[in-house]
């Protein structure tokens, strides 16, 4: 099944499978004549419905397992963050929408909190790998920032999931009957053990950071985010699904969203891995920073998606499913190392950066001027 639109993918193997299953009919038909034959050397009408059945069973196992990719497709992710070794501190990579929003996270929950910072700065993720002398065995570990680290992406994803549902819903004039809308008080299992889910999307009243006067009020209306000093936040939590659905927590870093036709699984891993950036980044990408300065860690998400096994018997239904195929493209998008780089072309900004080095070098060892500005 294509790993990019794998509910696109199943939708079409849907209407080859009924096709198919028409002429299996048909054909079923047309072969009447010979099945009676049979039947008249059979003296046992008990023998006669078994074989029937049989045949029945395994013509239909075939034409379903030719006819339908499998029910679930799982596709692995790999981002990163990158830190100062020195301090521990988050390092923002510009136009990576993960590194960023992790680093404003991190931040924003900090500067509420002093607690989870201490955590962060006492046990920091070089801490994973530990060496027992005495036994000379090695163990890894998830440190007090390495699940900060795993928080704050699940919290990424929960966050682009909530967006991206809000747009698709407002945009497809589907009914809002058949719609519900969870809060975080419908969820306490992925709320209380995602400390920046909790703190952000908790009610600004309920916060001394936002209401610092004894007579301040909360704004009007409905209020879907809001910022505060330091890069506080408030964000409101929700995720409008199809009836039915229901999100729960299976791991401190895995979750389960399960609809009528399908059920998405999405994990975090992050285990203090290493991670390789390309040749230069640091330097021509990164301003202020050499590769000594730098730690750069590898972040995995896994999304599995398993497709309910009477899903296909029904026609109806599937728009309100139909984000699947672009959350998943956009989730990849924004987290994914490789895609990052993709897009912001990296193999041809590396190339020009290498040639006017390359040009520069030449040109100072022949004595000749500096380039000015617009000349080739």
Not at 188 to 198: A, C, E, Q, S
Not at 234 to 255: E, H, N, W
Request: net charge neutral.
């Amino acid at each position: 099944m294509n790993k990019s639109n794998p509910l696109a993918t199943l939708l079409q193997s849907r209407g080859a499978l009924l096709q198919l299953l028409a002429a299996a009919v048909l054909l079923a038909l047309g072969v009447n004549l010979l099945s009676t034959a049979i039947a008249e050397a059979l003296s046992s009408k008990l023998a006669l419905w078994g074989l029937s059945m049989g045949l029945l069973a395994v013509s239909t196992f075939i034409v379903v397992r030719q006819t339908i990719p499998s029910r679930r497709v799982c596709r692995k992710m790999s981002g990163f963050v990158v830190f100062r070794s020195k301090t521990s501190n988050l390092v923002k990579v510009p136009r990576y929408e993960y590194s960023e929003e992790i680093k404003s996270f991190v931040e924003g929950l900090f500067a509420e909190n002093a607690a989870p910072k201490r955590l962060w700065d006492s046990d920091p993720v070089h801490n994973a790998f530990e060496i027992d002398v005495n036994a000379g065995t090695g163990r890894i570990r998830q440190t007090e920032a390495g699940q900060l680290i795993v928080e704050a992406t699940e919290y990424f994803v929960l966050e682009t999931l909530s967006t991206h549902l809000t747009d698709y819903f407002n945009q497809s004039g589907l009914e809002a009957a058949h719609l519900k809308e969870l809060s975080r008080e419908d969820v306490p299992d992925i709320v209380f053990k995602n400390r920046f889910l909790d703190t952000f999307s908790r009610p600004m009243r309920e916060r001394a950071v936002f209401m610092k006067d004894s007579g301040a009020t909360p704004p009007p209306g409905r209020v879907v985010s809001s910022y505060g000093p330091n890069g506080v936040r408030y964000s409101r939590f929700d995720l409008t699904l199809p009836l039915g659905a229901k999100v729960q927590r299976l791991s401190p870093s895995s979750i389960l969203i399960s609809t009528p036709k399908f059920m998405l699984t999405v994990s975090v891993d992050f285990a203090g891995f290493g991670a390789n950036l390309p040749s230069g980044f640091t330097e021509l990408y990164l301003e202020g920073c050499s590769f000594s300065d730098l730690s750069v860690y590898q972040v995995g998400l896994t999304t599995s998606v398993e497709f309910k096994p009477w899903a296909l018997l029904s026609r109806s239904g599937w728009d309100y499913h139909a984000w699947l195929d672009s959350f998943l493209a956009k989730l990849e998008k924004s987290f994914d190392g490789e895609e990052f780089l993709r897009g912001i072309d990296w193999e041809a900004a590396a190339t020009t950066a290498h040639a006017v080095h390359q040009r520069l070098r030449s040109g100072a060892a022949a004595g000749e001027p500096p380039i000015e500005a617009g000349r080739p």
